[in-house]
């Protein structure tokens, strides 16, 4: 089915469309909501939460081509998962530069990235949403300050040091 009629069956609250759309974006979303909240029960409270949002809401959407509609779901994950963390009072976060890692070519690509995973995971949860956010998701240091309620340099500076804690880990793994 296209994506097009798809959305539209949801408008018009169709089960089995909006069945099709939970399914069709459950994995993506839910490793989105997990590099935010890394306790899993939690993550999936809150992709249940934005599912439930976008079904509640996807009359708001206006259909511009492929890939707009999976970039509008993962805002409604992102914004969630926001929400939650706010709720547990974590948003009093800061971070300055972008991690660039380098990529191997490799049958290795699967542990680093499982491993890179881990490290981020281990990240003091306010280093963890900005590091997501800026690094993952392209927000802008002043987007991620509105969407947070800090300032934009506490934004640098907790990037800065969510960098400089996955550099040390990432050394003392490669050390092992």
């Known amino acids: 089915m296209k994506e097009e009629n798809l959305i539209n069956l949801c408008k018009q609250n169709d089960q089995?469309?909006?069945s099709m759309v939970y399914d069709q974006y459950?994995?993506?979303?839910?490793?989105?909501?997990?590099?935010?909240?890394?306790?899993t029960l939690e993550?999936?409270?809150?992709?249940?939460?934005?599912?439930?949002?976008?079904?509640?809401?996807?009359?708001?959407?206006?259909?511009r081509?492929?890939?707009s509609f999976?970039?509008?779901i993962k805002?409604?994950?992102?914004?969630?998962?926001?929400?939650i963390l706010r709720k547990k009072q974590v948003n009093k976060?800061?971070?300055?530069?972008?991690?660039?890692l380098d990529s191997s070519n490799g049958a290795d690509d699967d542990i680093l990235y499982e491993e890179l995973l881990n490290l981020i995971y281990n990240l003091p949860k306010g280093y963890r949403t900005v590091f997501n956010m800026y690094v993952i998701e392209g927000y802008s240091h002043k987007e991620i300050g509105e969407k947070l309620g800090i300032s934009e340099n506490t934004s640098k500076s907790q990037l800065s040091k969510a960098r400089s804690s996955l550099i040390k880990s990432l050394a003392q793994h490669e050390n092992r």
């Open 16 to 18: 089995q469309a909006q």
């Open 26 to 39: 459950y994995n993506t979303m839910l490793h989105t909501c997990l590099r935010y909240i890394p306790e």
């Open 43 to 63: 993550a999936e409270d809150a992709l249940i939460e934005g599912f439930t949002k976008v079904f509640r809401k996807i009359h708001q959407f206006e259909y």
């Open 65 to 67: 081509g492929k890939g």
């Open 70 to 72: 999976s970039g509008w």
């Open 75 to 83: 805002r409604v994950m992102v914004n969630e998962c926001l929400m």
């Open 93 to 100: 976060v800061d971070i300055d530069h972008l991690i660039k």
